[in-house]
């Protein structure tokens, strides 16, 4: 009797652990059933590292905003995985690979150029979505189907830098910039597009690995440029214009043109800050809108202000609701919401150019100006999408 009332009760606490389990698989399930999960791979370390915490920044803002505030989209939860990179495409691939095969269908992030070129081949080959953020190489707009922006790219800087030599030919154009795929990429496209204007354009390069940049310097300075276009980021900005501004690279007769970093590197580029016609992505007190009111507004409450790349995490924050809203989980459904899908952000008015996925958005004219202490951006003029956007580069699909 004792042995048959031992065995009934090993046999109903069986069946409860089996309950339990099933239990929890179910739960688990609903869970799963009842997100959407993304996985935003980017730089939180490494040499882009300030950019990646802009972006970012900008991301959660912008689902804030995109969605009322409830992170939701068709009633289920946006669920974000963050990942470092750290500006390495080796890592970036594994990262995506893992998210991958958790069954994530969308991808974002790619502070780096080199990164973005790594990942959008990744996206394609695994039928994901792929939202590249700060990356600025050309050549991920139009690399395929899958692979879209929510930053500008190398060719609408150009396109900003040329009104710089307005009716002008035959000018000595040099491009001083870093040996990487951003470097180079913004050579190319001075040589495309001020070159294909009459400009007579060269470069100089400088690795990645330099600490000292007299010697480079000095070769800007012997080129004797009518303008000089600088094309650098990250955290020996202000080591360079040091070195320019000691060689005499800043001649009376030239203009040196760069994009304008984030606020931080401002004052690390000397008495030479004022001296320089920047073309900017963004600055916060030039576009007037109320998207980027609102975000303005949100940033001020913590004592802070929207940067160069927070725009960036913002407008991958809008497509990605847009893409959910309309595709779920369906990624195909979700590239036909994003081609062509026309959207107010903080820089105003944006529109993806459903042949190549392009991003045009406007562009500014910068120049800063000595208030007290304090350098301060004056806007000298805004660009309209379709004056800055690059060249068709249709998608083969």
């Not at 750290?86 to 690979?97: C, E, N, T, Y």
């Not at 959008?120 to 050549?139: C, E, W, Y």
């Not at 070769?219 to 501004?245: E, I």
């Amino acid at each position: 009797m004792r042995r048959r009332f031992t065995i009934a009760l090993l046999l109903v606490a069986g069946l409860a652990l089996l309950a339990g389990t099933a239990g929890s698989i179910a739960s688990s399930r609903h869970a799963e059933a009842s997100t959407y999960k993304v996985g935003i791979v980017y730089s939180r370390t490494g040499l882009l590292a300030a950019y990646g915490a802009e972006y970012v920044q900008g991301l959660k803002l912008g689902l804030k905003y995109a969605t009322k505030g409830t992170n939701k989209v068709n009633g289920k939860t946006i669920e974000l995985s963050l990942t470092d990179d750290a500006g390495d495409p080796a890592k970036a691939v594994s990262a995506g690979k893992d998210f991958i095969g958790q069954g994530y269908k969308i991808l974002a992030g790619s502070t780096s150029s080199g990164v973005a070129l790594q990942m959008a081949p990744l996206a394609d080959q695994n039928h994901v979505l792929f939202i590249s953020g700060p990356a600025a190489s050309d050549g991920i707009t139009g690399i395929n189907k899958y692979t879209f922006r929510s930053g500008r790219q190398t060719l609408q800087d150009i396109n900003t830098a040329a009104s710089f030599l307005r009716g002008q030919t035959g000018k000595n154009v040099v491009v001083f910039a870093q040996d990487s795929v951003f470097g180079q990429g913004n050579y190319a496209a001075v040589n495309a597009i001020l070159g294909g204007k009459g400009q007579k354009v060269s470069k100089i390069l400088v690795p990645l690995s330099a600490t000292d940049f007299t010697p480079f310097a000095q070769q800007a300075k012997q080129a004797n440029p009518d303008l000089l276009f600088v094309a650098w980021a990250g955290t020996t900005a202000g080591a360079m214009w040091k070195a320019l501004d000691q060689q005499g690279a800043f001649g009376v007769s030239n203009k040196v043109v760069t994009g304008l970093a984030e606020k931080a590197t401002w004052s690390t580029m000397g008495d030479q800050a004022t001296k320089i016609q920047f073309l900017s992505h963004y600055v916060y007190t030039a576009p007037k809108n109320p998207v980027n009111d609102w975000l303005v507004k949100q940033m001020r409450l913590k004592g802070q202000a929207p940067d160069i790349f927070t725009p960036d995490g913002f407008n991958a924050a809008l497509m990605i609701v847009q893409a959910l809203k309309k595709g779920g989980d369906d990624v195909d459904k979700m590239i036909t919401a994003l081609e062509g899908y026309r959207f107010l952000g903080p820089k105003g008015q944006n529109a993806v150019r459903p042949q190549d996925h392009a991003l045009l958005q406007p562009m500014f004219a910068v120049k800063l100006t000595k208030v007290g202490s304090r350098l301060v951006a004056k806007i000298l003029d805004t660009a309209s999408p379709y004056e800055t956007a690059p060249p068709l580069k249709v998608i083969a699909r």
